[in-house]
T-cell receptor, first 113, second 113 residues
Framework: AQSVTQLGSHVSVSEGALVLLRCNYS??????LFWYVQYPNQGLQLLLK??????LVKGINGFEAEFKKSETSFHLTKPSAHMSDAAEYFC???????????FGTGTRLQVFP | DAGVTQSPTHLIKTRGQQVTLRCSPI?????VSWYQQVLGQGPQFIFQ???????GRGNFPDRFSARQFPNYSSELNVNALLLGDSALYLC????????????FGPGTRLTVL
């Protein structure tokens, strides 16, 4: 069975500050890990994904995440927050066969000027 | 290229009614998945179809059904609507049911009164 836990349903940062959104996963098979972003009244947009290989993954809009197997974590970071980063962020896991995505409950990021 | 499209955008139904939601995948994509996102939660997997066959089903009652057409578009049907079916219904497509990324449409917002 697979599951995802996102620590912190709300995160607030100042513009220009570091963004850190936490995600821990549980998987009985080598996981594929994803971060999606959802803006109000919109669908999900892929930020980045980890499948195999390099554990530091770079995505769009300056975001990156590091796969740490020993910690079963896949935290999302961005060095400097921008007002346009305010949105809901979802971490998701799937098995190596693709198939369904298992999502966390999401973290709402607020960015203050 | 056009992304995943869904129709209608919004829908209001009353309890006991039936609803059909439609999804057109990205051109060339053969796999379609459906997810339900209740307000304040992460998306929950409902169905996956690949090459017109059901390849996966989430923990949803038999009131939920779906199908995929020869052109790879898909419909999600929900019978005997309950208030708890009110949610954003997301469709995602991928080129294969394997390791490929799922790309999401904007969703259909269903309100059951």
């Amino acid at each position: 069975a697979q599951s995802v836990t996102q620590l912190g349903s709300h995160v607030s940062v100042s513009e220009g500050a570091l963004v850190l959104l936490r995600c821990n996963y549980s998987s009985s098979v080598p996981p594929y890990l994803f971060w999606y972003v959802q803006y109000p009244n919109q669908g999900l947009q892929l930020l980045l994904k980890y499948t195999t290989g390099a554990t530091l993954v770079k995505g769009i809009n300056g975001f990156e995440a590091e796969f740490k197997k020993s910690e079963t974590s896949f935290h999302l970071t961005k060095p400097s927050a921008h007002m346009s980063d305010a949105a809901e962020y979802f971490c998701a896991v799937s098995g190596t066969g693709g198939d369904k995505l298992i999502f966390g409950t999401g973290t709402r990021l607020q960015v203050f000027p | 290229d056009a992304g995943v499209t869904q129709s209608p955008t919004h829908l209001i139904k009353t309890r006991g009614q039936q609803v059909t939601l439609r999804c057109s995948p990205i051109s060339g994509h053969k796999s379609v998945s459906w997810y339900q996102q209740v307000l304040g939660q992460g998306p929950q997997f409902i169905f996956q179809y690949y090459e017109k066959e059901e390849r996966g089903r989430g923990n949803f009652p038999d009131r939920f059904s779906a199908r995929q057409f020869p052109n790879y578009s898909s419909e999600l049907n929900v019978n005997a609507l309950l208030l708890g079916d009110s949610a954003l219904y997301l469709c995602a497509s991928s080129s294969d049911r394997g390791t490929d990324t799922q790309y999401f449409g904007p969703g259909t917002r269903l309100t059951v009164l």
